[in-house]
């Protein structure tokens, strides 16, 4: 299984959530595995990827197809009780940005 999204031909959105994680897990890990289900069977959900290191220190893209895509996905209730509890107890920092991809390109060979 590949760690990259199957992404479309550009134009569409991301998310990027880069947070410095707490010590212990606390529910984390069942959360992020129910977000991760949860968001796939959002209306305009494209993909995600992630990456995590020792220190807790992470970043996860999350691609929506347009920005009302995104903005459901902010405000469906269960994603809003996981924000709090992100906030409350699982994160000590977090960075969230949005933004539209105008171009993509793989490689090597694909650029």
Request: glycine share 10%.
């Given at each position: 299984?590949?760690?990259?999204?199957?992404?479309?031909?550009?134009?569409?959105?991301?998310?990027?959530?880069?947070?410095?994680?707490?010590?212990?897990?606390?529910?984390?890990?069942?959360?992020?595995?129910?977000?991760?289900?949860?968001?796939?069977?959002?209306?305009?959900?494209?993909?995600?990827?992630?990456?995590?290191?020792?220190?807790?220190?992470?970043?996860?893209?999350?691609?929506?197809?347009?920005?009302?895509?995104?903005?459901?996905?902010?405000?469906?209730?269960?994603?809003?009780?996981?924000?709090?509890?992100?906030?409350?107890r699982w994160y000590s920092h977090y960075r969230i940005r949005v933004a539209r991809v105008e171009r993509a390109y793989?490689?090597?060979?694909?650029?």
């Open positions: 299984m590949s760690h990259f999204a199957p992404l479309p031909v550009p134009p569409y959105h991301a998310v990027i959530f880069t947070a410095q994680r707490r010590e212990g897990d606390r529910g984390y890990a069942e959360m992020s595995a129910e977000m991760s289900a949860l968001a796939e069977r959002q209306p305009g959900y494209l993909g995600m990827e992630s990456s995590r290191d020792g220190e807790g220190f992470g970043i996860t893209v999350s691609y929506w197809a347009d920005e009302a895509a995104l903005l459901n996905w902010k405000a469906v209730a269960k994603h809003l009780m996981a924000q709090r509890l992100g906030r409350t793989e490689g090597p060979e694909g650029r």
